[in-house]
C-alpha cells in the first residue's frame, strides 16, 4: 500500500489564521504559551497541506478552513472535510521546528514519528528498551549506537500511535528490529513486533541530524513525498 508523506517548517505556516477552521482558532486561542502554539500551528498547518493534497484541494484559506483536523479521545489526529470525515487516515509529529504528516486510505492503523537524534543515558536504555534491542545498541559502533537509539524509539513512537495507545503503554512491549543497512538519507525498512503478536512495518530516513520513522499494520511502499502547490491568500477569494 502507499503512504504519503509531507514535511514542513515553521517558516513555512503563514502569519495569518484564516486557513483554520473557526473551532480550530477557538482551540489556538486557549494556548498560553507561545512555543506550545506555534508548535500545535506548525503541526495543523502540515496536517491541514498534507491531507489538502492527497485529496487534490485547492492550497487556499477558505478551502484549507474546511479541511479540519480534530484530536480522538486516544490523541490521534482525525481529518475531516467540511464537517464530514476524510476518507484518509493521516498520523502526525512534530520536533525542534519541523513536522511531518504520513498519510494513507482510510482504515489503516497508521503512525509516524520524528526525532532529533542525540545521546541518550544508559538509564533510559534500560528504562525503555527490552534486552534485545540494548543487545542491538551495544553491539554498534560508538559513532552510531545515537542514531540507533534514536530509530528504536522514533519507531517505537509510531508503532505506539498506531496502537492508538502512545506512551501510556510500556514502550518495551513493541520490540524494533531495523533493517541492517544504515544508508544516509534514503528509506529503508523497519518492522515492530507487539508482544500480543500484532506486527507493524514500515520504513526509516535519516536527513541531516534527524531520524523518521513511518509503520502501519499493513506492508507499505517506500513513502512518497506529496506534492503541495505554492499556498496564496490572495486567490482565496476565488475558492469560496
Not at 476518507?87 to 520536533?95: A, G, K, Q, W
Not at 502501519?216 to 490572495?234: K, M, R
Request: charge should be neutral; glycine fraction near 4%.
Amino acid at each position: 500500500m502507499n503512504v504519503y508523506w509531507l514535511e514542513q517548517i515553521q517558516s513555512d505556516v503563514p502569519l495569518e489564521s484564516d486557513w483554520l477552521s473557526a473551532s480550530e482558532r477557538a482551540c489556538q486561542r486557549a494556548f498560553r504559551f507561545a512555543k506550545r502554539r506555534a508548535d500545535w500551528r506548525l503541526g495543523r498547518w502540515t496536517a491541514k497541506r498534507a491531507v489538502a493534497a492527497y485529496l487534490d484541494l485547492p492550497a487556499h484559506p477558505l478551502v484549507l478552513a474546511k479541511v479540519e483536523i480534530r484530536t480522538e479521545a486516544s490523541g490521534a489526529p482525525d481529518a475531516f472535510v467540511d464537517q464530514k470525515p476524510a476518507p484518509v487516515t493521516i498520523s502526525l509529529s512534530h520536533r525542534d521546528g519541523r513536522a511531518v504528516c504520513a498519510v494513507t486510505p482510510f482504515g489503516v492503523d497508521l503512525g509516524c514519528d520524528v526525532e532529533v537524534i542525540e545521546p541518550r543515558s544508559n538509564a533510559f536504555l534500560s528504562d525503555y528498551f527490552t534486552l534485545e534491542e540494548q543487545a542491538l545498541v551495544s553491539r554498534a559502533p560508538a559513532a552510531d549506537q545515537a542514531r540507533i537509539v534514536t530509530l528504536l524509539w522514533s519507531a517505537k513512537e509510531s508503532a505506539l500511535k498506531a496502537l492508538l495507545t502512545g506512551l501510556r503503554l510500556d514502550t518495551r512491549s513493541v520490540i524494533v528490529n531495523p533493517e541492517a543497512s544504515f544508508d544516509v538519507n534514503d528509506w529503508s525498512p523497519v518492522r515492530a513486533r507487539c508482544t500480543d503478536g500484532r506486527i507493524f512495518r514500515g520504513w526509516w530516513r535519516h536527513i541531516d541530524n534527524s531520524l523518521r520513522t513511518v509503520v502501519a499494520n499493513v506492508s507499505l511502499c517506500a513513502p512518497i513525498p506529496l506534492s503541495i502547490e505554492a499556498y496564496s491568500a490572495d486567490r482565496a477569494s476565488r475558492c469560496a
